[in-house]
């Protein structure tokens, strides 16, 4: 079994600042991409950014600049650093990770979610 646990969301006014973790545990034999995706509220789950193993990023050309994914491998761990927030990031932030368990299958797997409130 795989979990991703979530970690970071919160209330924080325009202009500030929020660090999301996200932490892969359980039967994992690697990991490739990790990424982060938002909903807002009445929208579709979009792509906020991705990373892979060796630090191949992309991101959605909506949030250049004021976010940063970053990844620490041994502790399978991602994070987004999300500075000058806005308002419009106001949504559920979810963890992504694409990687192949111990019995060697692939399967995508999924946070459960945390909240990012922007105020303005």
């Known amino acids: 079994q795989v979990q991703l646990v979530e970690s970071g969301g919160g209330l924080v006014q325009a202009g500030g600042s929020l660090r999301l973790s996200c932490a892969a545990s359980g039967s994992i034999f690697s990991i490739n991409a990790m990424g982060w995706y938002r909903q807002a509220p009445g929208k579709q789950r979009e792509l906020v950014a991705t990373?892979?193993?060796?630090?191949?990023?992309n991101y959605a050309d909506s949030v250049k600049g004021p976010l940063t994914i970053s990844r620490d491998n041994a502790e399978n761990t991602v994070y987004l650093q999300m500075n000058s927030l806005k308002p419009e990031d106001t949504a559920v932030y979810y963890c992504n990770a694409d990687l192949v368990d111990s019995a060697r299958d692939e399967a995508s797997y999924w946070g459960q979610g945390t909240q990012v409130t922007v105020s303005s």
């Open positions: 990373i892979t193993s060796g630090g191949s990023t």
